[in-house]
């Protein structure tokens, strides 16, 4: 039985498979041992895509201290409006 898709290799499906992980944040060693790789180096050729999980990542830690700022921020003003009664 053919899957009638021209042009598609079983390469393009690794690939996809490889892409699909990094970009959900699975770390390269691991994909490299799901790929069977036994360098690092050809695995890094999907690092690329790690780049924008990085990006959210330090979005949710700035998020996250923005939040602890704003609190702190918050405490500071009640205790000088304290200190000032």
Same mark, same amino acid.
């Given at each position: *039985?053919?899957?009638?898709?021209?042009?598609?290799?079983?390469?393009?499906?690794? +690939? %996809?498979?490889? %892409?699909?992980?990094?970009?959900?944040?699975? %770390?390269?060693?691991?994909?490299?041992?799901?790929?069977? +790789?036994?360098?690092?180096? *050809?695995?890094?050729?999907?690092? +690329?895509?790690? %780049? #924008?999980?990085?990006?959210?990542?330090?979005?949710?830690?700035?998020?996250?201290? #923005?939040?602890?700022?704003?609190?702190?921020?918050?405490?500071? #003003?009640?205790?000088?409006? =304290?200190? =000032?009664?």
């Amino acid at each position: *039985m053919r899957a009638k898709l021209p042009g598609l290799r079983l390469h393009d499906l690794r +690939h %996809s498979f490889a %892409s699909f992980l990094i970009a959900k944040g699975i %770390s390269l060693y691991v994909v490299q041992r799901l790929l069977g +790789h036994t360098q690092p180096r *050809m695995t890094q050729r999907y690092a +690329h895509l790690a %780049s #924008e999980t990085l990006t959210q990542a330090a979005d949710v830690v700035g998020r996250l201290l #923005e939040g602890c700022a704003g609190a702190d921020l918050q405490r500071r #003003e009640t205790v000088l409006d =304290a200190a =000032a009664v």
